[in-house]
């Protein structure tokens, strides 16, 4: 097939790239560079129990997969679960999550070669990708081998299809290759089948039944005790650019003892933001200096990763990160687990459906922008009535929308069973 044969190509051609990605990513991110070998297919662990593996490329994915995760342990206790990402962040949460239950490794680059070392090395029973995870090779290998793939969780914005439509024949020839695939809504359903995904079911989102941890639930009553009276606004997930905006908000709210809970996405851009805080001269503290809040504090930078359902705890009211700009959002999701009133961008396309229905059921509140942002902050900051009923909302908003976990648990069953 020429446009197979094409797409070998360009990942050979692109081979001398993926080493100096992997360099320069390094450099600021040590961790990179660490388990090397196993991006290319070379493994130390070798499972002695059947496997069920599942693919979860990063943190939001990694967390959204734990009900996934602990309903195929008690169903399977006789299995060996394979987790593989690609992030060293996906790898570190994925620790603090799984430690000890899963065995944890880096998915190799989709190179024939790297892909066949890892199939014959852990030879899956069952193999489950988390949401967009669209490797031609890997999907490739898997049909011929035999081993059931389900694109678990699945979403694909009208952009994203857009884009794949542009190599049609090889995305036909990959959602073919899939023995299933559970999507989030009925237009996520609908795009994966016009691109060429069989028997799509829709199954809802599993991020609604991610319960918070009790020992962050914890940490956050111990943060908000810590912070006392003061209203606490949670900037979540912030990406590049976006902190400028937020801090623009933030001087126009007028509510007395305002702190500013500011929390980046990811964790190298810790410093940078730190030092857009000191260049405006804001009085701020981070959070791994574990010191007590000073009076005169504006911001308290969350510079830590794990932790959001403890921030989410400690807040009053939650701003959804990568909206304000066009990034796709974040899962506000969590948010909602524990009752906290939303505000986001109009940016939320990799959470089309959820924000709609938040937002529907009176859990959020979408501003245009950086202005809206600090208007629409200081009005419901400055109403424990409208709060509190919002918090509610968020709260049943979230146990509406359970039960995905069961759903996706019956199809990878029915898949076990037929292999």
């Not at 944890?104 to 014959?120: E, K, N, Q, S, W």
């Not at 126009?252 to 000191?278: K, N, T, W």
Request: glycine share 8%.
């Amino acid at each position: 097939m020429i446009w197979r044969a094409g797409y070998r190509l360009l990942l050979w051609l692109l081979f001398p790239w993926v080493l100096v990605h992997l360099w320069w990513r390094g450099r600021r991110q040590p961790a990179y560079l660490e388990h090397f070998s196993e991006r290319f297919g070379w493994y130390e662990a070798k499972p002695e129990r059947p496997v069920i593996w599942l693919h979860a490329v990063s943190v939001g994915e990694t967390r959204a997969a734990e009900p996934l995760l602990r309903a195929l342990a008690a169903r399977y206790p006789g299995h060996t679960l394979l987790l593989t990402q690609m992030t060293p962040t996906g790898r570190e949460t994925a620790q603090q999550l799984f430690g000890g239950m899963a065995t944890i490794v880096y998915l190799p680059y989709d190179y024939p070669g790297a892909v066949a070392r890892f199939l014959a090395r852990f030879r899956p029973r069952l193999g489950i990708l988390m949401e967009t995870e669209i490797w031609f090779n890997l999907i490739e290998s898997c049909a011929r081998l035999g081993v059931p793939l389900l694109l678990a969780n699945a979403r694909l914005s009208e952009k994203s299809a857009r884009g794949y439509a542009l190599v049609a024949p090889l995305t036909r020839a990959a959602l073919g290759g899939l023995a299933a695939v559970s999507a989030q809504t009925r237009e996520d359903a609908q795009r994966l089948a016009r691109l060429g995904a069989r028997g799509v079911e829709v199954t809802g989102n599993l991020k609604f039944d991610v319960a918070p941890a009790p020992q962050l639930l914890a940490l956050g009553a111990e943060l908000k005790q810590r912070i006392g009276q003061r209203p606490v606004l949670l900037a979540a997930s912030t990406r590049e650019g976006e902190e400028d905006l937020v801090l623009d908000a933030l001087a126009s709210i007028q509510v007395e003892g305002l702190l500013l809970l500011l929390v980046p996405r990811h964790p190298q851009r810790f410093d940078e933001v730190a030092a857009l805080l000191a260049k405006r001269n804001l009085s701020y503290l981070r959070r791994s200096d574990q010191r007590a809040l000073p009076p005169d504090c504006r911001v308290l930078l969350g510079d830590s990763m794990g932790e959001m359902p403890a921030y989410y705890a400690a807040c009053d009211l939650a701003f959804i990160g990568g909206s304000l700009l066009p990034y796709g959002g974040q899962n506000l999701i969590e948010a909602c687990a524990v009752g906290r009133p939303l505000l986001f961008g109009r940016h939320m396309y990799n959470f089309a459906e959820a924000s709609k229905l938040a937002v529907a059921a009176g859990a959020a509140i979408e501003v245009a922008d950086a202005a809206m942002l600090g208007e629409r902050a200081g009005e419901l900051l400055g109403s424990q009535a409208t709060l509190a009923r919002m918090s509610q909302a968020a709260l049943a908003f979230g146990r509406a929308h359970q039960g995905a976990t069961a759903r996706n648990l019956a199809i990878c069953e029915r898949l076990l069973a037929s292999h």
